[in-house]
């Protein structure tokens, strides 16, 4: 999410400046997310390498393309290489409707899928944040 964030409100700060040199009124946010899921494997506690991020424009999607594809993930000291590529599944709700009938067999909420109203730009504090999906506790840990 900080990851996101940060790309987010670069590109704002950006488009901003733009419309405050070329004399405009740019109030409207030019990258901003309102889904995330980073999957986790949950016998290992270790995510699976891959996230669902829902852009909320088509600028907004090639932007984070342009940026982050192709890319090393220098914040985690890791040799991996950044692939961005289109889900099946499109849009806040597609992604919502796919992952709220889902079970996910772990103790904390922490890594369910997240909604976010208003989208998050990496700038506004106030931001509505819902999980997505619930929880199941495997057999072992009922029975203790």
């Not at 419309?19 to 309102?34: H, K, P, V």
């Not at 192709?70 to 590529?85: D, G, V």
């Not at 772990?106 to 998050?120: A, I, M, N, Q, Y």
Request: hydrophobic residues 35%; aromatic residues 14%.
């Amino acid at each position: 999410m900080a990851f996101l964030d940060t790309h987010c409100a670069m590109e704002n700060k950006k488009y901003e400046k733009l419309g405050r040199e070329g004399g405009g009124d740019n109030s409207t946010l030019i990258s901003a997310y309102d889904f995330l899921y980073l999957p986790i494997d949950f016998q290992t506690g270790f995510n699976k390498g891959y996230a669902f991020v829902n852009f909320t424009s088509p600028e907004a999607v090639w932007k984070f393309y342009k940026a982050a594809d192709s890319q090393a993930w220098e914040l985690f000291h890791s040799t991996k290489i950044r692939q961005i590529a289109y889900a099946k599944i499109q849009g806040k709700k597609g992604l919502v409707r796919h992952f709220e009938t889902m079970g996910f067999p772990c103790e904390s909420e922490d890594v369910l899928p997240l909604s976010f109203e208003p989208p998050r730009d990496g700038l506004r504090r106030q931001v509505l944040r819902t999980t997505v999906g619930k929880l199941i506790f495997r057999e072992e840990e009922k029975s203790q």
